[in-house]
């Protein structure tokens, strides 16, 4: 199956212009999607998805064969509703209003992309730890944030978010951009095997995937 056809036929499921076009260009020049999805090749465990927005993660990974059982949750009921409606004709996917800090189910593989500076550094632990602990054996645990390095893509990425925030395409309390010691200290030390990729594509932004296996 054709991943730009893939793309396609997603974005033009979503409702508004803005969302369509928000949509394909996430999907066809973002490398996240194709990254997780690579990654969760071969895993036969179910998806949780934190932070899914309006669940571009879920029906991308559906249209490319990814069959098991995908939840996703999002504290913007908005995006949730828009989510829900679509996913009516992709089975098995279920989308719930939820905060990122709630607990987790066990056994899940779980994603949690750009989510993580939107909260303390407290808590921004309590949820690596949480994401560690739901992941079982043959599981998998995927984080993207852009990390506090003090370099000039974190700059810019900061900026944008800013921006982002400022026209209330996202609803958030505070920036606060983890450091990679944080992310990746609960996984080293319950024995996951890790791997650090940059992820920032053709954009000025500091962003890196984190791909946590356990065997």
């Known amino acids: 199956m054709n991943r730009d056809s893939a793309a396609e036929r997603v974005a033009a499921q979503l409702p508004t212009r803005f969302l369509r076009g928000y949509a394909r260009g996430k999907l066809r020049s973002d490398p996240l999607y ?3 999805m690579d990654a969760l090749r071969g895993r036969a465990q179910p998806l949780y998805d934190i932070g899914c927005g309006v669940g571009l993660l879920e029906f991308y990974l559906r249209e490319n064969g990814f069959s098991q059982p995908m939840t996703g949750i999002d504290h913007d009921a908005r995006k949730i509703a828009t989510a829900r409606s679509i996913a009516e004709k992709y089975p098995g996917i279920e989308f719930r209003a939820g905060d990122a800090r709630d607990a987790i189910p066990s056994g899940c593989n779980v ?7 939107y ?7 309590a949820m690596v730890r949480a994401i560690a602990d739901a992941v079982p054996s043959g599981g998998v645990a995927i984080l993207r944030d852009a990390v506090r390095d003090g ?3 974190y700059r ?4 944008q978010e800013r921006f982002s925030r400022a026209i209330r395409w996202l609803k958030a309390e505070r920036l606060n951009f983890p450091t990679r010691e944080l992310i990746e200290k609960p996984f080293l030390t319950r024995g996951f095997r890790s791997e650090i990729i940059p992820a920032w594509g053709g ?10 296996s356990r065997d």
Request: charged share 20%; glycine share 2%; no cysteine.
């Open 119 to 125: 909260f303390t550094e407290g808590e921004q632990d």
């Open 156 to 159: 810019a990425t900061a900026i």
């Open 203 to 212: 954009t000025p932004f500091n962003n890196y995937l984190f791909v946590f």
């Open 34 to 36: 194709r990254s997780v």
């Open 151 to 153: 370099s000039l893509r």
């Open 111 to 117: 994603t949690a992309l750009d989510v993580l500076h």
